[in-house]
């Protein structure tokens, strides 16, 4: 295989075509704004995403689907959550052979709350996809095209499949490990988002560290519950795609979530923060998934449930803090404890 399509050219999708491009494979970038694939094809930048960057000339750019497929057995989607659906069945009705689908997204589908793999797997036969796989872990688009040191995960039901795909992205700057559980690594890459968008908002507040080592380890403890609850290994999330992901976005400027968390906490609403970031923030809508699925679940999430109502309901950060604070005194192992041994007894 020597040509690899990339469907979503923002930022992070234009940085894992950087990668495929160092390690010697043809890139079909896919976009559906024509000005942009313009941009790629002739000054070989993504200015929007990657400000200064220079592309390989490895990377094609293209707005026609059957093109970016043509010739190729492996596709990577790194479209938005909300996205991914229609542009599944896009590809359905244009695929001749067995593809090995690769995802990059860290997110849930608003409406059903599926994950990523769910969503393909419903909308791609069975016969028209050789595996699924998530690629994940901390890693910002920014440093990944600068070739910075990044270790990410790429996780799959099957194990050839994940091998494969580290193969395919793993080189001296762009670590990959293999992981089996693809719960576990959707759901990681997805709540973090939600705890990165806490920990701009106590930056925003003018809080200091101690506020948001607080939040970051009960955020954890919060995604492992749900994580577990629908069938996830606990371990996965003290790896790379749980704890790893949940430090590089609660601490980075380059965090989407983060700096739209840190307008909140600054006292902006949301609409206008979402039209200042101009990019995709799927925090908000991976909040507005895990709160439905905490409730369906019953499990307890009060971080996420406060984010909500700061998100949804205009709840001023500040109070939302107090209140969580203030919530009824706890023991900080019990209910971990009590989620994993019913995880447990599920598996058995």
Same mark, same amino acid.
């Given at each position: 295989?020597?040509?690899?399509?990339?469907?979503?050219?923002?930022?992070?999708?234009?940085?894992?075509?950087?990668?495929?491009?160092?390690?010697?494979?043809?890139?079909?970038?896919?976009?559906?704004?024509?000005?942009?694939?313009?941009?790629?094809?002739?000054?070989?930048?993504?200015?929007?995403?990657?400000?200064?960057?220079?592309?390989?000339?490895?990377?094609?750019?293209?707005?026609?689907?059957?093109?970016?497929?043509?010739?190729?057995?492996?596709?990577?989607?790194?479209?938005?959550?909300?996205?991914?659906?229609?542009?599944?069945?896009?590809?359905?009705?244009?695929?001749?052979?067995?593809?090995?689908?690769?995802?990059?997204?860290?997110?849930?589908?608003?409406?059903?709350?599926?994950?990523?793999?769910?969503?393909?797997?419903?909308?791609?036969?069975?016969?028209?996809?050789?595996?699924?796989?998530?690629?994940?872990?901390?890693?910002?688009?920014?440093?990944?095209?600068?070739?910075?040191?990044?270790?990410?995960?790429?996780?799959?039901?099957?194990?050839?499949?994940?091998?494969?795909?580290?193969?395919?992205?793993?080189?001296?700057?762009?670590?990959?490990?293999?992981?089996?559980?693809?719960?576990?690594?959707?759901?990681?890459?997805?709540?973090?988002?939600?705890?990165?968008?806490?920990?701009?908002?106590?930056?925003?507040?003018?809080?200091?560290?101690?506020?948001?080592? @607080?939040?970051? #380890? %009960?955020? *954890? =403890? +919060?995604?492992?519950?749900?994580?577990?609850?629908?069938?996830?290994?606990?371990?996965?999330?003290?790896?790379?795609?749980?704890?790893?992901?949940?430090?590089?976005?609660?601490?980075?400027?380059?965090?989407?979530?983060?700096?739209?968390?840190?307008?909140?906490?600054?006292?902006?609403?949301?609409?206008?923060?979402?039209?200042?970031?101009?990019?995709?923030?799927?925090?908000?809508?991976?909040?507005?998934?895990?709160?439905?699925?905490?409730?369906?679940?019953?499990?307890?999430?009060?971080?996420?449930?406060?984010?909500?109502?700061?998100?949804?309901?205009?709840?001023?950060?500040?109070?939302?803090?107090?209140?969580?604070?203030?919530?009824?005194?706890?023991?900080?192992? @019990?209910?971990? #404890? %009590?989620? *994993? =041994? +019913?995880?447990?007894?599920?598996?058995?």
């Amino acid at each position: 295989m020597k040509k690899i399509a990339v469907l979503g050219a923002g930022s992070w999708g234009t940085a894992l075509s950087m990668v495929l491009a160092d390690n010697g494979y043809t890139v079909s970038l896919w976009s559906h704004r024509k000005e942009q694939v313009s941009e790629l094809l002739e000054n070989h930048t993504n200015n929007k995403y990657l400000p200064g960057v220079i592309l390989s000339k490895k990377i094609i750019g293209t707005n026609d689907l059957s093109q970016a497929l043509d010739q190729t057995d492996a596709l990577l989607l790194v479209v938005p959550a909300k996205a991914m659906r229609e542009v599944l069945r896009q590809i359905h009705g244009i695929m001749r052979q067995p593809m090995l689908f690769i995802h990059g997204v860290k997110g849930i589908e608003p409406g059903t709350f599926k994950r990523m793999s769910e969503v393909i797997e419903e909308e791609i036969p069975a016969q028209l996809r050789q595996a699924i796989v998530a690629l994940s872990g901390p890693s910002h688009a920014e440093e990944v095209s600068l070739r910075h040191p990044t270790t990410v995960a790429v996780a799959s039901n099957d194990l050839s499949a994940a091998k494969k795909a580290q193969d395919l992205f793993f080189n001296h700057y762009f670590r990959v490990y293999t992981n089996g559980d693809t719960i576990g690594v959707e759901i990681g890459g997805a709540l973090k988002n939600i705890i990165a968008l806490g920990a701009g908002m106590l930056d925003g507040l003018g809080y200091g560290d101690n506020a948001k080592a @607080a939040l970051i #380890t %009960r955020g *954890l =403890a +919060e995604i492992t519950r749900l994580g577990t609850k629908l069938g996830a290994h606990p371990l996965t999330f003290i790896g790379l795609t749980g704890m790893g992901d949940l430090i590089v976005t609660c601490t980075s400027v380059h965090s989407r979530n983060w700096k739209a968390g840190n307008m909140l906490g600054k006292g902006e609403k949301l609409d206008s923060v979402l039209e200042k970031m101009g990019m995709v923030v799927e925090g908000v809508r991976t909040t507005r998934a895990a709160h439905a699925l905490a409730k369906t679940m019953n499990v307890e999430m009060p971080i996420t449930s406060a984010i909500y109502q700061v998100l949804f309901d205009g709840k001023h950060p500040k109070k939302a803090v107090d209140e969580l604070m203030d919530r009824d005194k706890k023991d900080e192992i @019990a209910p971990l #404890t %009590r989620s *994993l =041994a +019913e995880n447990n007894t599920k598996n058995q």
